[in-house]
């Protein structure tokens, strides 16, 4: 069973920094985009950055020259690195990917979640 393994969340001050991972546990076929959202307490998930697999990435307006997304091809991973964070930025963050399986099935995955709190 294939799975997104994330890690990397915590605690942080105003203006500091987090690198987020996510990692495919198990085979997938192909891996089409990668992609992390957040959900803070009371609202609605939203995108905050995804990186198709033929496209650049693209960013959500609130976090854009802050936050960089990046894969790494070879490994399945994906990664976001938070500068800058500010108090808004507090959220549980979850990866997403989506792709074929091994039988050729199209697969939407989203990790468990990683809580990142940005709190002085």
């Known amino acids: 069973q294939v799975q997104l393994v994330e890690s990397g969340g915590g605690l942080v001050q105003p203006g500091g920094s987090l690198r987020l991972s996510c990692v495919v546990d198990?085979?997938?076929?192909?891996?089409?985009?990668m992609a992390w959202y957040r959900q803070a307490p009371g609202k609605q998930r939203e995108l905050v950055a995804s990186i198709p697999s033929t496209r650049e990435p693209n960013y959500a307006e609130s976090v854009k020259g802050r936050f960089t997304i990046s894969r790494d091809y070879s490994q399945n991973a994906v990664f976001l690195q938070m500068n800058s964070l500010l108090p808004d930025d507090t959220a549980v963050y979850y990866c997403y990917a989506d792709g074929l399986s091994a039988t050729y099935n199209y697969r939407e995955l989203w990790g468990q979640g990683t809580l990142v709190t940005v709190s002085s």
């Open positions: 198990g085979y997938i076929f192909r891996l089409n985009d």
